[in-house]
């Protein structure tokens, strides 16, 4: 599966869109992009993939280049409970084990 | 909605205890998994089992092992606890759709194990 590079941190304002940026370069055309989070104390959740499309669900909004080598993720109006860190993972149709990174740590602040 | 539930939510063990973690999901996932997270460290992938009675090698295996007697129940076991494996112990199930193309993890809240 290949590897994604994500900033180690990140501020937003709340009820603002905290938009946080994953690169993966070396993703194959197969190969998907998953969002999760986890908030202090808790078990990664679920946010959303894709593999080409931009995708829309009621958590937020994953973007993806054309080329599929970096995606955004969307939260359109931060709140306070959005903080957490946020995993872009890339897996493939194998269905290999999840492998996670060091993610991005979103603050959000009043 | 799918529930993953770990039998503890702290737990204190004593230095070459065995201790069993038990993890139950509720909605027929085939695959199971067994993560520990660390400080600084991140989410490590110990075992994993894609069915009943089979279990793959994570990546570091060491000092555990595994069991999977029922689709819905994945224990993982430390055979002689150490202070090192004192950590949080992240339990998940995962589905796929009939296209094969969704992997929907879902995560139980953890474990917390000190070994004293």
């Known amino acids: 599966d290949a590897k994604t590079t994500q900033p180690p941190s990140m501020d937003c304002a709340e009820g603002r869109a905290a938009n946080l940026p994953c690169n993966h370069s070396t993703i194959s055309g197969n190969e998907y992009v998953y969002w999760y989070r986890q908030i202090h104390s808790q078990g990664p959740q679920y946010i959303i993939h894709g593999l080409k499309n931009n995708e829309t669900n009621e958590m937020a909004s994953l973007i993806i280049t054309e080329d599929r080598k970096s995606s955004t993720l969307i939260l359109p109006h931060a709140t306070l409970r959005d903080t957490a860190v946020y995993y872009c993972i890339v897996i493939g149709l194998a269905g290999t084990p999840l492998v996670f990174g060091k993610g991005t740590r979103l603050s959000v602040i009043a | 909605d799918v529930k993953v539930t770990q039998s503890s939510r702290y737990l204190v063990k004593r230095t070459g205890e065995k201790v069993f973690l038990e993890c139950v999901q509720d909605m027929d996932h085939e695959n199971m998994f067994w993560y520990r997270q660390d400080p600084g460290l991140g989410l490590r992938l110990i075992y994993f089992?894609?069915?009943?009675?089979?279990?793959e090698k994570g990546d570091i295996p060491e000092g555990y092992s595994v069991s999977r007697e029922k689709k819905e129940r994945f224990s993982l076991i430390l055979e002689s606890a150490s202070t090192n494996q004192t950590s949080m112990y992240l339990c998940a199930s995962r589905n796929r759709d009939r296209l094969l193309t969704h992997y929907g993890y879902t995560f139980g809240s953890g474990t917390r194990l000190t070994v004293v």
């Open positions: 089992s894609y069915d009943v009675k089979m279990k």
